[in-house]
C-alpha cells in the first residue's frame, strides 16, 4: 500500500501524467468548441493522424519547430473544414462525415507518408521539442518538475485551456458560439450568421485537435509511424462528455487519464510478475468508462448538438 | 385611438409584397404601413400569410416582388435590404417570433446582449449592458430575473424576455407573431396592458392573431389578410366580431350552439386519483362523467390538467385511487387498453403526440387500429383496405391534403387536428378526451372540432373537454370543474357560471370565497 502512495506523492508521476494528458488536452478543448457550437466532429482521429504527419514532415523538410507547429494546425483547419462544409451549409450526418473526414484523413496522411518516403524500414528522425529549462521555475521542488521541465507544447496546451474558458465565458464570441450550439433561431434572430459561427468554430476547433496529433510526433516522441494516434481522439470525445462541455473540466478530465496511464505503467513494475500486462493496459479505459458513466448520466448536451440547420425552416 | 395618429410620421411601409413558394402564393401584392405608437393588428387565418409577411419584413425570406421601407427617423424612408434579419435589426425591428427563438441553456442576460456587441471584443461590457436593461424593465414594466437559464422561465417570462431582445436593441417597430397562442388569459391582459405602454411611448407595434377579441381589444387599426391578399385595413372602432370573422373566412360563420340535451346515466368515474410529482401533479382527482354530456375543466395551464389527460388515456398510470368506465375496472389499464374499451384521446400536442409526422396521412389514421380485423389479416397488414378507409375520411372530416400518401407533418394544424379527430371518433368511443382541441386552430377548424364534439355528445358518448379558453368552455360544456394546483373542484352546470366566477376559481379562490 505505500508503494503506491509513493507513486502517487512523486513528483515524476504527475509529470508524466501532465505529459500523456498533453495531446489530449489539444484534443478535448478542440472537441469542445466544435460542440458548443452544435457540431460533432469524430474527424477528430484522423485530424489528430494528420497533424502528427503533417507538423513532422514540415519539420523533416527543414521548417522550424514552430513552423511544423503551424503546418500541422493548418492541416487540422483543412480537414475541419471539409467537415463544417458537410455538416453546416450541407448538412448532411455528423456521424457520416466525421467517420468519414478520420478515414479520409488517416489514409491521405499515410499515403503521403509512404509516397514521401518508399523506402525507409525504421521512421526517421527529426530533433524534437525538448523539455523546457527555465532557470528558477524548473528547479522549484515538486512544481518545478511537474510543470517546468515539460516541453513548450504542454505549456500551450495548458494556456490554451485558460484563453478557451475566457473566450468562451466572458467575450461576446464565445456567447454566439455557446448560443448556437443550443439554439440556432437565436443567433440568427439576433442578426448573426450562424454558419458563419459553427464553420468557424469547426475549423478552430479541428486546427487545435491537429495540435494533439503535433504534439505526439514533435514532443513525445520524434517520429511519425502508423497507428500511433491509436484512438487518443475516441478518448477525447469522451472526455468532452465527462467535462460537460467545460473546459475546466476537460482539463481534469484529461489529467485524470493521464494520472491512470501513467499510474498503470508504475504498477505494473510493482506487481506486475504476477497479474498480467494487458490488465494494466486496459485500466486507464476502464476507469474513463466507469468515470463517464458517472458523470454523463446527468450531461447537459448542448440542446442544438447534431441537428442541422436551414434558413427559415422551422 | 388617439386621434392625432394619421398625422405621426409612417415607421414601415410594406408596397407591393409578393411571394411564391412553388405553386402555392402566400402573398399576393400585400401593402402595408404603420405609424408611430400604432397598434396594428393583423389577422387572418392559418396559412392566410401572416407569418410569411412579417418573416419577409424580418429577413428570413425575400420576396419575390414588392419593398420594405422603414421611417429614418426623420420623416422620410429608406429601403430596407431584403433577407437581412442583420438589416432588420439595425433598421431597428424587432420581431417576437411564435416559437420563440432563445437559448435555453442561456441567461436571460445572455440572450438579449447576444450579438450586440461586436463579436470579437475582448469581453462583455455586462455592467453597462445590466444598467441599460434595468432602466428599460422598469420603464416597460417588463420585469424578468435575468440571471436564471432561459429553461427554468415560465412561457409568460420567456415572451417578456423576447420583447425585452427588440427593446434592448432600440427597436422602433416590434413585431409580435401570435403572441397569445401560448399564454395564459391573465398573462395576455398583462402583456397587452404593456404593449399600449409601449406604444403610447412612440413604439409602433403589429401583433399577428386570429383571435377576435384581443383584436377588437387590443389594436388601433386591423388588417386583414384571406388566402395572401389583404381584404380589409380599418380602424378598430366601428368594427365587430362577426364582420371580421366573416373578412377573415370569406363566408359567413355560424356559431356552434349546444342543444338542450338531457344527460344519461354516469358513464366513466375517477375517485380521488393521485399521480405525477412536483408542479404538474394531480392530488386526489374525482370526477363522474355522464353519458351524452360535456364536461368542461378550466384551469391555468400547468395545474395538472396534462398529468390528468395522461392519466384518462393511459399514458400515466395513477399512485392511488380508480377509474371505471361502467363497471370495468381501468385504474391500471395502458394506453391500448384505455383505446380498447372505448375511451378516445385527442391530445394536447397534436404535433408531438397526435401524429407521428413523416408517416403518411393513411398510416396515421390507421395508427390506433392496426391489431383490428379489418386492418390486419394473420398478422400482415390490409394496405388496400386501411387506404380506402383513409380515402373514406379525407372526404368525411374535409381533410385537406394532396392524397393519403402524404406524409401528415406537411399538413396544417388544423387538418393534423382532423386526423386525429377521424381517427379517435371514427369508432365511435364512450368518452372522447379532448385536450385543448382548439389551441392554435383557425375559425374554421376550431368550428369543426367544435360540431365533432357535439355530435360525439348527441350519440350518448361522454366528452371531457380540457381547455383554457373559457368561451370554449362555456359555450360546449354542459358542466365545468376548475383544476388548480393539482385539485379538481365539483363540476357546476355552466347556466349556474360566469366567467368571472370561473376566474377566480382558476386563480385558486374557491367557489365559496367567490359567492
Same mark, same amino acid.
Given at each position: 500500500?505505500?508503494?503506491?502512495?509513493?507513486?502517487?506523492?512523486?513528483?515524476?508521476?504527475?509529470?508524466?501524467?501532465?505529459?500523456?494528458?498533453?495531446?489530449?488536452?489539444?484534443?478535448?478543448?478542440?472537441?469542445?468548441?466544435?460542440?458548443?457550437?452544435?457540431?460533432?466532429?469524430?474527424?477528430?482521429?484522423?485530424?489528430?493522424?494528420?497533424?502528427?504527419?503533417?507538423?513532422?514532415?514540415?519539420?523533416?523538410?527543414?521548417?522550424?519547430?514552430?513552423?511544423?507547429?503551424?503546418?500541422?494546425?493548418?492541416?487540422?483547419?483543412?480537414?475541419?473544414?471539409?467537415?463544417?462544409?458537410?455538416?453546416?451549409?450541407?448538412?448532411?450526418?455528423?456521424?457520416?462525415?466525421?467517420?468519414?473526414?478520420?478515414?479520409?484523413?488517416?489514409?491521405?496522411?499515410?499515403?503521403?507518408?509512404?509516397?514521401?518516403?518508399?523506402?525507409?524500414?525504421?521512421?526517421?528522425?527529426?530533433?524534437?521539442?525538448?523539455?523546457?529549462?527555465?532557470?528558477?521555475?524548473?528547479?522549484?521542488?515538486?512544481?518545478?518538475?511537474?510543470?517546468?521541465?515539460?516541453?513548450?507544447?504542454?505549456?500551450?496546451?495548458?494556456?490554451?485551456?485558460?484563453?478557451?474558458?475566457y473566450v468562451l465565458y466572458r467575450t461576446p464570441l464565445g456567447l454566439a458560439i455557446r448560443a448556437v450550439g443550443d439554439n440556432p433561431s437565436a443567433v440568427e434572430s439576433q442578426g448573426l450568421s450562424?454558419?458563419?459561427?459553427?464553420?468557424?468554430?469547426?475549423?478552430?476547433?479541428?486546427?487545435?485537435?491537429?495540435?494533439?496529433?503535433?504534439?505526439?510526433?514533435?514532443?513525445?516522441?520524434?517520429?511519425?509511424?502508423?497507428?500511433?494516434?491509436?484512438?487518443?481522439?475516441?478518448?477525447?470525445?469522451?472526455?468532452?462528455?465527462?467535462?460537460?462541455?467545460?473546459?475546466?473540466?476537460?482539463?481534469?478530465?484529461?489529467?485524470?487519464?493521464?494520472?491512470?496511464?501513467?499510474?498503470?505503467?508504475?504498477?505494473?513494475?510493482?506487481?506486475?510478475?504476477?497479474?498480467?500486462?494487458?490488465?494494466?493496459?486496459?485500466?486507464?479505459?476502464?476507469?474513463?468508462?466507469?468515470?463517464?458513466?458517472?458523470?454523463?448520466?446527468?450531461?447537459?448536451?448542448?440542446?442544438?448538438?447534431?441537428?442541422?440547420?436551414?434558413?427559415?425552416?422551422? | 385611438?388617439?386621434?392625432?395618429?394619421?398625422?405621426?410620421?409612417?415607421?414601415?411601409?410594406?408596397?407591393?409584397?409578393?411571394? *411564391?413558394?412553388?405553386? =402555392?402564393? +402566400?402573398?399576393?401584392?400585400?401593402?402595408?404601413? !404603420?405609424?408611430?405608437? &400604432?397598434?396594428? %393588428?393583423? #389577422?387572418?387565418?392559418?396559412?392566410?400569410?401572416?407569418?410569411?409577411?412579417?418573416?419577409?419584413?424580418?429577413?428570413?425570406?425575400?420576396?419575390?416582388?414588392?419593398?420594405?421601407?422603414?421611417?429614418?427617423?426623420?420623416?422620410?424612408?429608406?429601403?430596407?435590404?431584403?433577407?437581412?434579419?442583420?438589416?432588420?435589426?439595425?433598421?431597428?425591428?424587432?420581431?417576437?417570433?411564435?416559437?420563440?427563438?432563445?437559448?435555453?441553456?442561456?441567461?436571460?442576460?445572455?440572450?438579449?446582449?447576444?450579438?450586440?456587441?461586436?463579436?470579437?471584443?475582448?469581453?462583455?461590457?455586462?455592467?453597462?449592458?445590466?444598467?441599460?436593461?434595468?432602466?428599460?424593465?422598469?420603464?416597460?414594466?417588463?420585469?424578468?430575473?435575468?440571471?436564471?437559464?432561459?429553461?427554468?422561465?415560465?412561457?409568460?417570462?420567456?415572451? *417578456?424576455?423576447?420583447? =425585452?431582445? +427588440?427593446?434592448?436593441?432600440?427597436?422602433?417597430? !416590434?413585431?409580435?407573431? &401570435?403572441?397569445? %397562442?401560448? #399564454?395564459?388569459?391573465?398573462?395576455?391582459?398583462?402583456?397587452?396592458?404593456?404593449?399600449?405602454?409601449?406604444?403610447?411611448?412612440?413604439?409602433?407595434?403589429?401583433?399577428?392573431?386570429?383571435?377576435?377579441?384581443?383584436?377588437?381589444?387590443?389594436?388601433?387599426?386591423?388588417?386583414?389578410?384571406?388566402?395572401?391578399?389583404?381584404?380589409?385595413?380599418?380602424?378598430?372602432?366601428?368594427?365587430?366580431?362577426?364582420?371580421?370573422?366573416?373578412?377573415?373566412?370569406?363566408?359567413?360563420?355560424?356559431?356552434?350552439?349546444?342543444?338542450?340535451?338531457?344527460?344519461?346515466?354516469?358513464?366513466?368515474?375517477?375517485?380521488?386519483?393521485?399521480?405525477?410529482?412536483?408542479?404538474?401533479?394531480?392530488?386526489?382527482?374525482?370526477?363522474?362523467?355522464?353519458?351524452?354530456?360535456?364536461?368542461?375543466?378550466?384551469?391555468v395551464s400547468g395545474n395538472g390538467q396534462t398529468m390528468l389527460a395522461k392519466v384518462i388515456s393511459g399514458v400515466e398510470r395513477p399512485e392511488r385511487g380508480t377509474i371505471k368506465l361502467g363497471s370495468?375496472?381501468?385504474?391500471?389499464?395502458?394506453?391500448?387498453?384505455?383505446?380498447?374499451?372505448?375511451?378516445?384521446?385527442?391530445?394536447?400536442?397534436?404535433?408531438?403526440?397526435?401524429?407521428?409526422?413523416?408517416?403518411?396521412?393513411?398510416?396515421?389514421?390507421?395508427?390506433?387500429?392496426?391489431?383490428?380485423?379489418?386492418?390486419?389479416?394473420?398478422?400482415?397488414?390490409?394496405?388496400?383496405?386501411?387506404?380506402?378507409?383513409?380515402?373514406?375520411?379525407?372526404?368525411?372530416?374535409?381533410?385537406?391534403?394532396?392524397?393519403?400518401?402524404?406524409?401528415?407533418?406537411?399538413?396544417?394544424?388544423?387538418?393534423?387536428?382532423?386526423?386525429?379527430?377521424?381517427?379517435?371518433?371514427?369508432?365511435?368511443?364512450?368518452?372522447?378526451?379532448?385536450?385543448?382541441?382548439?389551441?392554435?386552430?383557425?375559425?374554421?377548424?376550431?368550428?369543426?372540432?367544435?360540431?365533432?364534439?357535439?355530435?360525439?355528445?348527441?350519440?350518448?358518448?361522454?366528452?371531457?373537454?380540457?381547455?383554457?379558453?373559457?368561451?370554449?368552455?362555456?359555450?360546449?360544456?354542459?358542466?365545468?370543474?376548475?383544476?388548480?394546483?393539482?385539485?379538481?373542484?365539483?363540476?357546476?352546470?355552466?347556466?349556474?357560471?360566469?366567467?368571472?366566477?370561473?376566474?377566480?376559481?382558476?386563480?385558486?379562490?374557491?367557489?365559496?370565497?367567490?359567492?
Amino acid at each position: 500500500m505505500s508503494d503506491i502512495l509513493d507513486i502517487l506523492l512523486a513528483a515524476n508521476f504527475w509529470a508524466a501524467a501532465l505529459r500523456i494528458a498533453t495531446p489530449l488536452i489539444f484534443g478535448v478543448i478542440g472537441a469542445l468548441i466544435c460542440e458548443r457550437a452544435g457540431v460533432l466532429n469524430l474527424g477528430i482521429e484522423g485530424i489528430f493522424t494528420a497533424g502528427a504527419m503533417a507538423g513532422w514532415m514540415a519539420v523533416w523538410l527543414g521548417a522550424g519547430l514552430w513552423g511544423g507547429v503551424m503546418v500541422a494546425a493548418l492541416a487540422g483547419a483543412f480537414f475541419g473544414l471539409i467537415h463544417a462544409i458537410l455538416t453546416v451549409p450541407l448538412g448532411l450526418s455528423q456521424h457520416v462525415s466525421g467517420v468519414g473526414v478520420t478515414l479520409f484523413a488517416t489514409s491521405l496522411s499515410y499515403f503521403i507518408y509512404r509516397t514521401a518516403l518508399p523506402e525507409v524500414s525504421s521512421p526517421p528522425r527529426i530533433e524534437a521539442f525538448q523539455p523546457l529549462n527555465i532557470p528558477g521555475l524548473s528547479d522549484l521542488p515538486f512544481i518545478g518538475t511537474v510543470l517546468f521541465q515539460q516541453t513548450a507544447l504542454t505549456i500551450l496546451a495548458l494556456l490554451l485551456v485558460g484563453v478557451t474558458g475566457y473566450v468562451l465565458y466572458r467575450t461576446p464570441l464565445g456567447l454566439a458560439i455557446r448560443a448556437v450550439g443550443d439554439n440556432p433561431s437565436a443567433v440568427e434572430s439576433q442578426g448573426l450568421s450562424v454558419y458563419g459561427l459553427r464553420i468557424g468554430a469547426v475549423v478552430v476547433g479541428s486546427a487545435i485537435m491537429a495540435l494533439g496529433g503535433a504534439f505526439l510526433t514533435m514532443s513525445a516522441f520524434d517520429a511519425f509511424f502508423f497507428g500511433m494516434v491509436n484512438g487518443r481522439g475516441w478518448i477525447c470525445i469522451a472526455l468532452t462528455v465527462f467535462a460537460s462541455w467545460r473546459p475546466g473540466k476537460a482539463l481534469i478530465g484529461a489529467l485524470l487519464f493521464g494520472a491512470f496511464d501513467a499510474f498503470q505503467v508504475r504498477l505494473q513494475t510493482e506487481v506486475g510478475s504476477f497479474i498480467p500486462g494487458q490488465v494494466f493496459l486496459m485500466m486507464p479505459y476502464i476507469l474513463s468508462i466507469l468515470a463517464l458513466i458517472i458523470v454523463a448520466r446527468k450531461a447537459d448536451y448542448p440542446r442544438a448538438m447534431l441537428v442541422p440547420y436551414f434558413r427559415g425552416q422551422r | 385611438m388617439a386621434s392625432d395618429a394619421s398625422t405621426r410620421p409612417v415607421v414601415l411601409q410594406l408596397t407591393g409584397i409578393t411571394k *411564391r413558394f412553388g405553386s =402555392l402564393t +402566400a402573398n399576393e401584392d400585400v401593402c402595408l404601413d !404603420l405609424r408611430q405608437g &400604432e397598434i396594428l %393588428a393583423l #389577422l387572418g387565418e392559418n396559412g392566410a400569410g401572416k407569418t410569411t409577411l412579417m418573416n419577409i419584413l424580418f429577413g428570413h425570406y425575400v420576396a419575390d416582388e414588392g419593398t420594405v421601407q422603414v421611417g429614418d427617423g426623420n420623416g422620410g424612408l429608406v429601403a430596407l435590404e431584403p433577407g437581412s434579419p442583420h438589416a432588420a435589426l439595425e433598421a431597428g425591428i424587432g420581431m417576437v417570433h411564435q416559437h420563440f427563438t432563445l437559448a435555453e441553456n442561456l441567461s436571460a442576460f445572455d440572450n438579449i446582449i447576444l450579438g450586440t456587441e461586436p463579436l470579437f471584443a475582448a469581453r462583455v461590457s455586462r455592467r453597462q449592458a445590466r444598467s441599460k436593461l434595468e432602466s428599460l424593465m422598469e420603464r416597460s414594466g417588463l420585469t424578468v430575473n435575468l440571471d436564471i437559464r432561459i429553461s427554468s422561465l415560465s412561457v409568460g417570462e420567456k415572451q *417578456r424576455v423576447e420583447i =425585452l431582445k +427588440a427593446l434592448y436593441r432600440d427597436a422602433r417597430v !416590434l413585431v409580435l407573431d &401570435e403572441p397569445t %397562442a401560448v #399564454l395564459t388569459p391573465q398573462e395576455s391582459d398583462t402583456l397587452f396592458q404593456t404593449l399600449k405602454k409601449l406604444s403610447d411611448s412612440g413604439l409602433g407595434i403589429i401583433f399577428i392573431s386570429h383571435k377576435l377579441a384581443e383584436v377588437l381589444a387590443s389594436s388601433h387599426r386591423i388588417a386583414v389578410l384571406r388566402l395572401g391578399k389583404k381584404v380589409a385595413d380599418l380602424p378598430t372602432g366601428g368594427c365587430d366580431q362577426r364582420q371580421l370573422a366573416e373578412l377573415m373566412v370569406g363566408a359567413k360563420v355560424s356559431e356552434t350552439i349546444r342543444p338542450p340535451q338531457e344527460p344519461g346515466a354516469p358513464l366513466f368515474v375517477l375517485n380521488g386519483i393521485w399521480a405525477g410529482q412536483g408542479r404538474n401533479a394531480i392530488e386526489g382527482v374525482s370526477l363522474t362523467l355522464k353519458s351524452g354530456e360535456i364536461l368542461g375543466i378550466a384551469g391555468v395551464s400547468g395545474n395538472g390538467q396534462t398529468m390528468l389527460a395522461k392519466v384518462i388515456s393511459g399514458v400515466e398510470r395513477p399512485e392511488r385511487g380508480t377509474i371505471k368506465l361502467g363497471s370495468v375496472d381501468l385504474s391500471h389499464a395502458n394506453a391500448r387498453v384505455m383505446i380498447d374499451n372505448g375511451i378516445a384521446r385527442i391530445p394536447e400536442d397534436r404535433h408531438h403526440d397526435g401524429i407521428v409526422g413523416t408517416m403518411t396521412v393513411w398510416e396515421n389514421l390507421a395508427s390506433e387500429s392496426v391489431r383490428k380485423p379489418e386492418n390486419q389479416r394473420f398478422g400482415l397488414l390490409r394496405f388496400a383496405a386501411m387506404k380506402e378507409r383513409a380515402r373514406a375520411a379525407i372526404k368525411a372530416y374535409d381533410i385537406r391534403c394532396q392524397s393519403e400518401e402524404s406524409p401528415a407533418r406537411l399538413l396544417s394544424g388544423g387538418n393534423i387536428q382532423k386526423i386525429v379527430l377521424a381517427r379517435t371518433l371514427d369508432g365511435a368511443p364512450q368518452v372522447v378526451l379532448a385536450a385543448q382541441p382548439s389551441r392554435g386552430l383557425d375559425v374554421g377548424a376550431t368550428a369543426d372540432v367544435h360540431r365533432r364534439l357535439l355530435e360525439a355528445r348527441a350519440r350518448g358518448a361522454g366528452v371531457i373537454l380540457i381547455s383554457e379558453d373559457l368561451d370554449e368552455l362555456m359555450r360546449l360544456s354542459d358542466r365545468i370543474a376548475v383544476i388548480h394546483r393539482g385539485h379538481l373542484s365539483e363540476a357546476d352546470p355552466t347556466e349556474t357560471l360566469d366567467r368571472s366566477t370561473l376566474g377566480l376559481r382558476m386563480a385558486g379562490h374557491s367557489g365559496a370565497d367567490a359567492a
